[in-house]
């Protein structure tokens, strides 16, 4: 049974540019939420897709975008990368509605923006 | 608003040592509690999880208890071993499905 997987999983870009994440989900989970790690510190929520729409949102800009395909695969978007969007980005999928809330994390994908 | 405040890290342990990591939260409702640890390199792992006052979470020798009259969550193990190096987050969910909200996160560091 495959755990949540992530591509990449290193991504070097320059500010200005746009980067594309991805996350498939723990087999059987139908929601996906991503996190920002910075160095030293903790994750912070970005967003939350269920059903392909977007459930939840945390104190991002709207350069942070999302999408959830019908597979329940998601994507991460960031436009316009700034020297602080540099971080760990964690994907973290979960099954709603049957009473389960353990988030199970992927690897994770790390952005480092010149 | 909601948040989690856990002790400063580097922690520091000789091998078999007991170990305490103080986790304490702030929340208006009443959260689910967890600790996730990520060893380096790594997405984070599920360690335990209480869901209600008083309950206790345990594995792999580690154990919290979820005490609403002080609103702390702290982590122990009563003897550490060198693989049980790396960083440890506390963290509260409010609603089924929700997000976490996480601590920043304590490094513990175990020596032979």
């Known amino acids: 049974d495959a755990g949540v997987t992530q591509s990449p999983t290193h991504l070097i870009k320059t500010r200005g540019q746009q980067v594309t994440l991805r996350c498939s989900p723990k087999s059987g989970h139908d929601t996906v939420s991503w996190y920002q790690q910075a160095l030293g510190q903790g994750p912070q929520f970005i967003f939350q897709?269920?059903?392909?729409?977007?459930?939840q949102r945390g104190n991002f800009p709207d350069r942070f975008s999302g999408h959830q395909f019908p597979n329940y695969s998601s994507e991460l978007n960031v436009n316009a990368l700034l020297l602080g969007d540099s971080a760990l980005y964690l994907c973290?999928?979960?099954?709603?509605?049957?009473?389960?809330?353990?988030?199970?994390f992927g690897p994770g994908t790390r952005l480092t923006v010149l | 608003g909601d948040s989690v405040t856990q002790m400063e890290g580097p922690v520091t342990l000789s091998e078999e040592a007991f170990l305490t990591i103080n986790c304490t939260y702030t929340?208006?409702?009443?959260?689910?509690l967890f600790w996730y640890v990520q060893y380096p390199g790594e997405g984070l792992q599920l360690l335990l999880k209480a869901t209600k006052a008083d309950d206790k979470g345990s594995n792999k020798g580690f154990e919290a208890t979820y005490r609403k009259e002080t609103t702390s969550f702290h982590l122990e193990k009563g003897s550490v071993q060198v693989s049980d190096s790396a960083v440890y987050f506390c963290?509260?969910?409010?609603?089924?499905?929700?997000?976490?909200?996480f601590g920043q996160g304590t490094e513990l560091s175990v020596k032979p």
């Open positions: 929340a208006t409702g009443y959260p689910s």
């Open positions: 963290a509260l969910l409010y609603n089924q499905g929700g997000k976490l909200i």
């Open positions: 973290a999928s979960s099954l709603v509605g049957q009473g389960v809330d353990e988030q199970f």
């Open positions: 897709y269920y059903e392909e729409e977007e459930r």
